[in-house]
């Protein structure tokens, strides 16, 4: 994977299992193609997204994140995709004070009978991070210690 | 006792002096460790030389304390040779534990750093756009400056920590705590942050109720009622997320806790708590509506990170347009 135009990014994708996981499901038993850009990690809702994952999977090596709930209104729990909406509004605000572009962390709707837009959604967020290349984070602090005794000393 | 006193060491590296200061606030129990430890290293205090330190043999200091952030070679070299010549290491206060306010520099770089400094800041004059260079030759000889990092990094993050002491500056309550450990052998296992593991909430007499947050207040723009929660009122407030043993001392007094004593056990990104905490209670069932609140909240990244910048899994600003930098130095006149 390099920035010759072949970059293919590694996207983790959080979805939630009453509607996003089947929509991704249907799509599979339908034989719709989709790049092979996602990771995808069945949550239960997406009320449940801890921020810290999305920092987590940025920091180990993710290109982007796409996060993948029911419609408002038609959440499993009731209102665990609004709390959703308040975090992500968030976070979002945090990553660009963090220089992250807001195309590499997105939040969509799917319901499980939406393969089709689960489809489109993942082809539509891969072609963005595309063009935006390699995200490779850890590269933002190479090592300054000159007494270092080996890389990555002590993490 | 014939025994021989425990030797004791403190240092800072790039900290404010405030930790120092904290450890005269013992006051009059700082008799107490002056009794109980031989002090063979404290620059702040007493004269003593880097030399000194080097000429010791490895692991004679029992106990180091050391505070202040690793920002540049000077302060790694430090964080090497206290970690070689002690047997048990300290992160004192939230420099050296999370990076605190000198790791706000994560939001920037050095090149920026010395841009404004050395040049565009108003009151600097310097036509010969003179930086600090790490080697500059003068007819008596070479001087030396230590090489300034770009990225600002924790204690723990250049050497191995036996402990933890969390605070801006620590509490006289917290270094009792840890003095008392160490004087007892009782210490918790390596590794561990000294201190209670509960949140600044549990400590706090504010009342609290459900939090439905319809805007953010900076402090200056309301008088807060001194029985309500802060946050409740819609001011700013770590509480939710940031580990106790302060005494919840700054929203007693009116002011949302800013977040020093860092996160709870089991945490892996204090700011990413405190997110979500904030982003939890407010009284918005849209996007539309959630902007709108977080219009009133400036600069998140800086409340969620006041502390834990350096610690956190992100650590700092990307560098260039988040996109790839090549590695190594971008400048040709390598600034100090």
């Known amino acids: ?155 | 006792m014939s025994k021989q006193k425990p030797k004791l060491a403190l240092y800072w590296a790039s900290s404010c002096g405030g930790c120092e200061i904290a450890v005269l606030g013992l006051h009059e129990k700082i008799l107490n460790v002056a009794e109980a430890f031989d002090i063979v290293f404290w620059p702040c205090v007493m004269d003593f030389k880097y030399a000194d330190v080097e000429a010791m043999e490895d692991g004679e200091i029992d106990v180091c304390l050391f505070n202040g952030a690793i920002r540049n070679d000077e302060n790694a070299h430090m964080a090497h040779l206290l970690r070689q010549k002690s047997k048990v290491l300290v992160a004192f206060g939230a420099c050296s534990y999370g990076g605190s306010i000198p790791g706000l520099a994560n939001f920037t770089d050095r090149e920026a750093m010395f841009q404004w400094i050395y040049s565009d800041s108003p009151s600097t004059v310097n036509p010969d756009g003179v930086v600090p260079q790490k080697s500059t030759d003068v007819p008596e000889g070479e001087l030396r400056l230590p090489g300034f990092w770009n990225t600002v990094k924790t204690l723990a993050q250049v050497v191995p920590v036996d402990y933890f002491l969390p605070g801006c500056p620590p509490e006289a309550s917290s270094i009792e705590i840890a003095v008392n450990a160490i004087v007892s052998g009782e210490l918790p296992p390596p590794g561990s942050v000294i201190g209670p593991d509960v949140t600044v909430c549990d400590e706090c007499p504010r009342k609290k109720s459900e939090k439905k947050i319809e805007r953010f207040y900076r402090p200056q723009e309301i008088i807060p009622d001194p029985d309500t929660c802060l946050l409740e009122q819609g001011l700013f407030c770590a509480g939710i997320a940031t580990r106790s043993g302060c005494g919840a001392k700054c929203p007693q007094v009116g002011f949302g806790c800013r977040g020093c004593y860092g996160p709870n056990e089991g945490v892996l990104d204090h700011g990413a708590k405190i997110l979500t905490g904030i982003a939890s209670v407010i009284d918005a069932m849209t996007a539309e509506e959630a902007e709108a609140i977080f219009d009133t909240l400036p600069d998140p990244a800086g409340y969620f990170y006041r502390f834990h910048l350096p610690d956190s899994l992100l650590r700092r600003k990307a560098r260039g347009n988040g996109k790839r930098q090549p590695v190594g130095e971008t400048s040709q006149r390598e600034p100090a």
């Open chain 1, 1 to 155: 994977m390099s920035d010759n135009g072949t970059f293919t990014p590694v996207i983790v994708g959080f979805l939630c299992n009453w509607c996003s996981y089947r929509a991704a499901d249907l799509a599979g038993t339908s034989r719709m193609g989709y790049p092979a850009t996602l990771r995808d990690i069945r949550i239960m809702c997406t009320g449940r997204l801890d921020p810290t994952f999305v920092l987590r999977a940025l920091q180990k090596g993710a290109d982007g994140v796409l996060i993948m709930g029911c419609h408002p209104g038609q959440c499993h729990y009731q209102e665990g995709n609004y709390k959703a909406i308040r975090r992500f509004a968030l976070l979002r605000r945090t990553l660009r004070q963090l220089g992250i572009a807001d195309e590499r962390v997105q939040l969509h709707w799917a319901s499980a009978a939406e393969g089709v837009q689960f489809a489109q959604t993942v082809a539509r967020v891969t072609e963005q991070i595309r063009q935006l290349g390699p995200l490779d984070w850890t590269h933002n602090w190479p090592n300054e210690d000159p007494y270092a005794v080996e890389e990555a000393v002590h993490e």
